[in-house]
T-cell receptor, first 114, second 113 residues
Framework: DGGITQSPKYLFRKEGQNVTLSCEQN?????MYWYRQDPGQGLRLIYY???????QKGDIAEGYSVSREKKESFPLTVTSAQKNPTAFYLC?????????????FGQGTRLTVV | GENVEQHPSTLSVQEGDSAVIKCTYS??????FPWYKQELGKRPQLIID?????GEKKDQRIAVTLNKTAKHFSLHITETQPEDSAVYFC????????????FGTGTRLTVIP
């Protein structure tokens, strides 16, 4: 599996701490996304970015922050303001164009608050 | 915004039988409908997609149908095999630049050998 890589695979955080999840892609995709996956709730969009130095809030952005300093990288910070951060986090990327195309997912990071 | 509902949440079938998963969407402007398969502990992967200018698409044992008027689309898997066991997600999006996918809640399919 190449293309889009998330690290680490498992992450533990103490309450009150910020933590940053890494997402890197070598697919030359313009758009990148962060989703949160909870049991029985599908995937929910946290943030997305269409271009370097620009990003938009998704449906559940509160308590999260992102940056897009490079096309290849879209790190997600889970802040202490996120009340229920334990979840599986998926990063994805896709090309931009006149027609919607496939979104490619990373292998995910499972975050647990201890 | 878009609201995608998916049913059933769990589905068990005997090997060789067919499986059908149904989704509805709320935004008539949605025009792209992918289906993703997620095996345990792995990333979601696209298995088939359909655009709003097409009513049906087939790829070997997998087919997707779309009814724009009723705003629903379905995944059909024929001759199911144990390796089809996974969680399947439907999604919908509009052509707004970024491919913002709105996902259904998933269907856990179990194929019983």
């Amino acid at each position: 599996d190449g293309g889009i890589t998330q690290s680490p695979k498992y992450l533990f955080r103490k309450e009150g701490q910020n933590v940053t999840l890494s997402c890197e892609q070598n697919l030359n995709h313009d758009a990148m996304y962060w989703y949160r996956q909870d049991p029985g709730q599908g995937l929910r969009l946290i943030y997305y970015s269409q271009i370097v130095n620009d990003f938009q809030k998704g449906d559940i952005a509160e308590g999260y922050s992102v940056s897009r300093e490079k096309k290849e990288s879209f790190p997600l910070t889970v802040t202490s303001a996120q009340k229920n951060p334990t979840a599986f986090y998926l990063c994805a990327s896709s090309p931009l164009g006149t027609a919607n195309t496939e979104a490619f997912f990373g292998q995910g990071t499972r975050l647990t608050v201890v | 915004g878009e609201n995608v509902e998916q049913h059933p949440s769990t589905l068990s079938v005997q090997e060789g039988d067919s499986a059908v998963i149904k989704c509805t969407y709320s935004d008539s402007a949605s025009n792209y409908f992918p289906w993703y398969k997620q095996e345990l502990g792995k990333r979601p992967q696209l298995i088939i997609d359909i655009r709003s200018n097409v009513g049906e698409k087939k790829d070997q044992r997998i087919a997707v149908t779309l009814n724009k008027t009723a705003k629903h689309f379905s995944l059909h898997i024929t001759e199911t095999q144990p390796e089809d066991s996974a969680v399947y997600f439907c999604a919908a999006s509009k052509k707004t630049g970024a491919n913002n996918l709105f996902f259904g809640t998933g269907t856990r399919l179990t194929v019983i050998p």
